[in-house]
């Protein structure tokens, strides 16, 4: 029996969940009767619209919390108005994911360094997760069983990188992965009931991802829905000897 198939009156944290890829597991996870409660976190009302329309919606079930991934005051704070209402949480899925924002775009050449934008790109699609895993070791402690899973890409690899440029995503996607198999393993000793992966998914139709998608071919461009349903269906499929594993959409493990 796979590990998630264990999981039963379940709570569950999706991190960056005002759209794209999060909000889709938002609403997959409201589908799912073994997830009773649902939290759910967002960084600007503006941009949450539809996640805001689901809580009160579904209020008995949806919590929705302010998140900024870069601001451990805030973690803290959120995970803390969690911990005031559940004893555990069985999934936590990070969707939190910066590519590009205004003047910080993907570098094509070592002349498009700039160590402000790095530092951004560390803090939002690294450092954020390991403060997450951080504050989250009170909620998976427990004989549960829990999957923390972390959206990384296969950009991520170094043994697949044949193209070079994108140094900043490329680069705190990798540090990504080096820190949550840290987590892992220490997850291993203090709460051994917690699987930690991180997952590529594919390139999905989202905001992140619209500005790069012209030469990409229609079959390998998923759907929100699609991609959800592919790295659940992983997700499914997790053994506990799996943790700190890097999986692709389509379950098979990546190179680091």
Known sequence: ????????????????????????????????????????????????????????????????????????????????????????????????????DGDLQPEKSLRQINPDNLLRYFQVNSIGAVLLAKHLLPLFRNHEPAIFATISAKLASIGDNQLGGWYGYRASKTALNMLMKNVAIEYGRSCPNTVVITLHPGTTDTQLSRPFQRNVAVEKLFSVERTVNQL?????????????????????????
């Open 232 to 256: 659940l269906a992983v997700m499914e499929k997790l053994q506990k000897s799996d943790s700190g594993q890097f999986f692709s959409w389509d379950g098979n493990r990546l190179p680091w």
């Open 1 to 100: 029996m796979s590990y998630f198939a264990e999981i039963n009156h379940g709570n569950a944290l999706i991190v960056g969940a005002s759209q794209g890829i999060g909000l889709g597991f938002v609403k997959q996870l409201l589908e799912d009767e073994r997830i009773i409660n649902i939290y759910a976190t967002y960084r600007q009302p503006e941009s949450a619209a539809e996640l805001l329309a689901l809580a009160d919606k579904y209020a008995h079930r949806l919590t929705c919390l302010v998140l900024d991934i870069t601001d451990e005051l805030q973690i803290a704070e959120a995970i803390q108005k969690i911990r005031t209402q559940a004893d555990k949480l069985n999934l936590v899925i990070n969707c939190v994911g910066l590519l590009h």
